[in-house]
């Protein structure tokens, strides 16, 4: 009687052991095909991933395009902002005379003064209209926007939101300064008329141009207004060319680009060692430095980009050249001269430095 219930418990363990045998084939079945879908979709967030990834680095090379866009854009100011700072000081400092006006010519400074005045938003001299498609574009993505970007893209906000609105309301207030005028003056002047291109017509005008202190409190307005938008557009531009520099070297892409990069004969022009000559002719015991970084564009990423002056242009002659910068603090016009181992900087309000070159 022993024996078949020796065989029964045999044959129960036979059974569970046969059991366990399964069900640890079971277990590994399903551990598995977990595991074969965890690695699916980690493969599939791989390549969302990088999709988005893809996407984003897209957009940002479109904003890369738009910056230089922007930036060539705000050069137009700095040429012709010069232009005007000198009709400026013409009119206020009373170094115009009938003839400048009388003349039709628009080469003349008078008349040139007169189209400025009252024609700039038909000629749109210094008015910035920048883009800011390829912003809003990755605004519309920002929740996908990975975390390296972060800085840039709150410099982006910060250049968009701040600077370009800056801009914004310079150029409305430069087009309702001159709209006021021409409204008063229709008003109270009979000589005045909306299509005025030969001041020699009217010696009512001129004379009110030479002689009456309203015409010079409305250019030295204009002329406020001018450096505003000047102020502006140079904080804009300089934004614009550091995040550019960040933005290029995040995809991997050149940091330099035509849009601000300045002439290298401007740069071995002014690149060395002087020493500061006074009035009387004795030489400062300290030497001054023009560097690449010191005599350029911004703060450079590479040496040949720079951040004390932005470049405006460069005449030259046999005997010297003639280098327009535009200090970055203040808005400023300076003047390099250089002739030979001599180099004179004059500002705007006729200040001058002389310097000789020792390296």
């Known amino acids: 009687m022993m024996i078949p219930f020796f065989r029964k418990i045999r044959w129960r363990l036979a059974q569970d052991n046969q059991f366990f045998k399964y069900s640890r084939y079971a277990i590994g ?16 967030n791989w390549n969302e991933q990088h999709k988005s990834d893809a996407k984003i680095d ?3 090379e479109k904003v890369l395009i738009e910056l230089v866009a922007n930036i060539n854009e705000t050069q137009k100011v700095f040429q012709n902002s010069k232009y005007l700072d000198t009709l400026g000081y013409l009119v206020i400092y009373n170094n115009l005379a009938y003839d400048d ?9 008078g008349a040139r003064v007169l189209t400025y005045l009252y024609f700039p938003y038909d000629y749109e001299y210094d008015m910035v209209f920048l883009n800011t498609s390829a912003y809003d574009n990755l605004v519309l993505n920002m929740d996908l926007i ?4 972060d800085q840039v893209v709150s410099e982006l906000n910060i250049m968009y939101s701040m600077d370009k609105k800056a801009i914004d309301i ?10 006021d005028i021409k409204a008063e003056h229709r008003k109270k002047y009979n ?8 001041p ?7 004379d009110y141009m030479l002689n009456n202190y309203l015409y010079k409190n409305e250019v030295q307005g204009w002329w406020n207004l001018s450096r505003a938008q000047l102020n502006n557009t140079l904080s804009y531009r300089n934004r614009a060319v550091r995040i550019y520099q960040e933005l290029a070297m995040l995809l991997n892409m050149p940091t330099v680009h035509d849009s601000f990069k300045v002439d290298p004969e401007v740069v071995n022009l002014l690149v060395g060692t002087y020493k500061l000559i006074s009035e009387d002719g004795v030489y400062d015991p300290e030497e001054y430095k023009f560097e690449n970084n010191l005599i350029m564009t911004y703060k450079p990423l590479q040496p040949d980009i720079a951040w004390e002056n932005t ?12 280098i327009s910068m535009l200090r970055n603090s203040g808005a400023v016009y300076m003047t390099y001269i250089v002739e030979g181992d001599s180099l004179s900087v004059i500002n705007n309000g006729g200040s001058t430095w002389k310097f000789i070159k020792v390296n």
């Open 311 to 322: 470049f405006i242009d460069l005449k030259k002659t046999k005997s010297r050249s003639v």
């Open 191 to 198: 000589w005045y008329s909306d299509h005025v291109f030969s």
């Open 58 to 60: 897209v957009l940002f």
């Open 101 to 109: 006006y009388a003349m039709p010519k628009y080469d003349k400074n």
């Open 146 to 149: 990975p975390s390296k970007y």
């Open 29 to 44: 079945e399903i551990v598995l095909v977990v595991v074969g879908i965890l690695i699916a979709l980690q493969i599939n």
């Open 170 to 179: 310079a150029n409305k207030n430069m087009i309702d300064f001159v709209k």
């Open 200 to 206: 020699n017509q009217n010696r009512e005008m001129i």
